[in-house]
Structure formats: C-alpha cells, structure tokens
C-alpha cells in the first residue's frame, strides 16, 4: 500500500556529513520532514527512511515487528556510510532506541546522536499484558499527536496495534541491555510534559550510556512530538551546531552552500 500523502520517505544528496533521520512508533516521516528539510537546506546529505508498517494503516503494522523496522534503518545508515565520510543520526521516540542499537552496533562509524524524547522503557503498568492482551484485542487507542502548538498535527495511526507494541517492549530490552555500548557523543533533548514518553527514559539513558561527550537540553514548551512543537527551531539549530563541532567540514559545506 503507498505511503499517505505527506508519510513518504525524505531524501537529499548533500554534501560529505550525512544525517540518518529516524521516526517513532506509529509515526511517519512527517514528525521529522522540517527538520530533515533544515539539515538539507544547510547543506548535509540527508535520508529520512520510513520504518516498514508505518504511514499506511496500523493494521499494516500489526504484520512487523522491531527488527523489520531497525533492518531498514541498518540498511539506511550503510548507504549513507558508502557516500559520506562522517554519518550522525537523530531520532524521535522509538527512533531512539532504533538508534541507539545502531550505535552499539556500529561503533566509530557512527560520529553522533541526537535523541529527541527517547523511548527506551515502558511507562505503562499494563504492558506486562501484552503478551497475552495481543492474542485478544488487536489494537488500543493511537498515541500520535502530543503536540503543544495549536494547529500543528501529527500524521500518525489513531490505534496502537498490539503485536507491534508488544515487539517493540521487545527492542527495549534489547536497547536498555546495550546501552553501556554507547560512546558517542549525544545530544539528548526531552520534553518535561511529554504524555507518551516520561522522562525516566531520558533518565535511564543518561545514566547508562558510557559517552563523556553528552549534552541535555529540556524542552520546556513542547509535549512528545517535540520536532513539530514550540521547541521545534531549538532542535534544529542546536543539532546543526552538534553537527557542526564534530565534523568541520560541515560548516564549509554550509559556507559553500549559502555562497
């Protein structure tokens, strides 16, 4: 089934600093596409997957499961690996735990991480059900749209399916158990009201990971869906100075590109 209109995957050849950009469960592109657009505009080579299930219909989810969802990020991040010669990945939500792994993964291939509202643990009581509740009763409702900014919206599925949901506690326990892996300098922003993800997961990675390069920033004025929030202008500038500290040559890729 194609992607819902606005759901499709972003792609921009840049220049040599290349940036993998990750959406959440139940997502699409669409949470992302500014900012990717932003990190296109300044001159980056930029790939926006979107994860398999996703930007359709949730039943179309119901049919993957998380290492469908990494397999394309993997698969992403090796195309970029082959084209640029420093490559940093951001994410939103369940992105980053998907980018997490593939920073324990990858290693130094990896150059940085930037994680906007990470989920890397369950939050709700009721999710040690899911292993039987996904037998029967197929889905619960959605969690998209934990947006602050009026009018602003996500495109993202109004019900949960719970097979994908009980696969992706399943990624988490893989994440949280790598986690000392990470030591890549980070860039963590989360939001202090984020109905979705609480803030004991920024908490968890913060105090897990190995990196001694990392940097918090709270987003004050944003619920979940952050990228597209007040605070969405404070994501994208301070990433792109994130960025641009730890590969130069991005910064004489913006000079060339606004010249």
């Given at each position: ?31 992302l596409r ?177 990196s001694t390069d990392v ?45």
């Amino acid at each position: 089934m194609p992607p819902l209109p606005g759901a499709e995957p972003f792609r921009h050849q840049g220049g040599p600093v290349g940036v993998l950009l990750v959406h959440g469960f139940t997502g699409s592109p669409q949470s992302l596409r500014p900012w990717a657009e932003h990190l296109a505009a300044a001159g980056l080579t930029v790939s926006l997957p979107l994860l398999p299930g996703h930007g359709t219909r949730w039943q179309d989810m119901q049919l993957t499961r998380w290492e469908d969802w990494y397999a394309e990020v993997d698969r992403e991040l090796k195309v970029l690996l082959a084209e640029c010669e420093q490559v940093f990945v951001c994410a939103l939500s369940m992105g980053g735990s998907l980018a997490l792994r593939l920073a324990s993964r990858h290693r130094s291939a990896i150059s940085g991480l930037v994680l906007v509202n990470p989920s890397v643990r369950s939050d709700n009581p009721a999710s040690v059900l899911l292993p039987v509740l996904r037998h029967l009763v197929p889905s619960l409702p959605g969690v998209a749209d934990d947006i602050a900014l009026e009018g602003s919206t996500e495109l993202g599925y109004d019900r949960t399916p719970l097979h994908a949901a009980w696969s992706l506690s399943r990624l988490w326990k893989d994440v949280q158990s790598v986690l000392p892996e990470i030591e890549q300098p980070v860039l963590l922003l989360h939001s202090p009201q984020d109905h979705v993800v609480s803030p004991a997961n920024s908490e968890l990675v913060l105090a897990r990971i190995s990196s001694t390069d990392v940097t918090e920033l709270l987003l004050e004025r944003s619920y979940h869906v952050a990228t597209l929030d007040h605070d969405a202008g404070l994501i994208f500038e301070a990433s792109l100075d994130f960025i641009r500290r730890l590969a130069p040559v991005a910064k004489v890729e913006a000079d060339n590109h606004s010249g």
